[in-house]
């Protein structure tokens, strides 16, 4: 579980909320992405954020996997908005912090 205070994460709720007009609610739901992060935030020395695009429906590995073509758009304007905050030294200071853990 990563740092929520930390400014990589409060941009990705910001984004989040920004997209989908609503705050996200943080729900740990996943394979092996825990192995994965920590690897690869020791490797890097930098925090990693994984940003779903699906839904828990989506049968995602599973026979008949799919995913939504809104949630596709919507994931990936979720990335160009973090990506343009990240890009902005003033959005770090403004990007609220807080969000609720389901």
Same mark, same amino acid.
């Given at each position: 579980? %990563?740092?929520?205070?930390?400014?990589?994460?409060? =941009? +990705?709720?910001? #984004?989040?909320? @920004?997209?989908? *007009? !609503?705050?996200?609610?943080?729900?740990?739901?996943?394979?092996?992405?825990? %192995?994965?992060?920590?690897?690869?935030?020791?490797? =890097? +020395?930098?925090? #990693?954020?994984? @940003?779903?695009? *699906? !839904?828990?429906?989506?049968?995602?590995?599973?026979?008949?996997?799919?995913?939504?073509?809104?949630?596709?758009?919507?994931?990936?304007?979720?990335?160009?908005?973090?990506?343009?905050?990240? *890009?902005?030294?003033?959005?770090?200071?403004?990007?609220?912090?807080?969000?609720?853990?389901?």
């Amino acid at each position: 579980v %990563g740092d929520l205070q930390k400014p990589i994460f409060c =941009l +990705a709720l910001q #984004a989040l909320r @920004l997209v989908w *007009g !609503q705050q996200p609610q943080l729900v740990r739901e996943g394979g092996s992405y825990g %192995g994965v992060t920590t690897f690869l935030e020791d490797i =890097l +020395a930098a925090p #990693a954020v994984h @940003l779903p695009l *699906g !839904q828990a429906s989506d049968n995602a590995h599973l026979p008949n996997e799919r995913i939504r073509v809104h949630n596709l758009v919507q994931g990936q304007q979720v990335i160009e908005r973090l990506l343009g905050l990240l *890009g902005d030294p003033a959005s770090e200071e403004a990007a609220p912090c807080h969000a609720p853990r389901a």
